[in-house]
């Protein structure tokens, strides 16, 4: 039996005779099973007020907690889960929360266990072609915060959770 097996330095072993579109499917879905797995978190199903939500992480799920008890505690009207997706010219990014406030005004939250380059370019993309757009981010260290140091000017609050628990930071 032949096998393409993706290891640790990233390189392919593959070992067996097998077709090129087979070594291809193999490549591919062994790259796919990495992506999944770059930031080693697992999607979490929960109920929330009578509704069953997939969340991505165990951080968005606690941030769906935080925003139910804003909602019962009259502090928002509403909010939901992956509503919003801003197209760029060259890419597409779908933010977490959807806020509706007291008032009818919305704005979006970003829940991010880890801030990496890509977060920043769409920070940067939503400030560039919608500027009017507000985004809120609960991140997971407070370590990163300083990683927004270059982006704080297009972001409203930042907040940090810990333990369920959070801070405006």
Request: aromatic content about 14%.
């Amino acid at each position: 039996m032949s096998r393409a097996k993706l290891k640790k330095n990233g390189i392919f072993v593959i070992s067996g005779v097998i077709g090129l579109s087979q070594l291809l499917a193999r490549i591919v879905k062994a790259i796919n099973l990495e992506r999944k797995m770059k930031y080693r978190a697992k999607k979490i199903k929960a109920e929330i007020d009578g509704r069953e939500y997939l969340f991505k992480s165990l951080h968005e799920c606690r941030v769906a907690e935080i925003l139910q008890l804003w909602k019962k505690s009259g502090l928002i009207k509403d909010w939901a889960y992956e509503q919003t997706a801003f197209v760029f010219p060259d890419d597409k990014w779908r933010v977490d929360f959807d806020v509706t406030n007291n008032d009818g005004t919305f704005y979006y939250i970003e829940a991010k266990g880890y801030i990496d380059a890509r977060t920043k370019r769409y920070i940067k993309l939503l400030h560039k072609y919608r500027p009017e757009v507000i985004v809120d981010f609960f991140i997971a260290r407070r370590n990163d915060v300083k990683k927004f140091k270059t982006l704080r000017k297009f972001i409203r609050r930042i907040y940090v959770i810990k333990k369920g628990n959070y801070e405006t930071v």
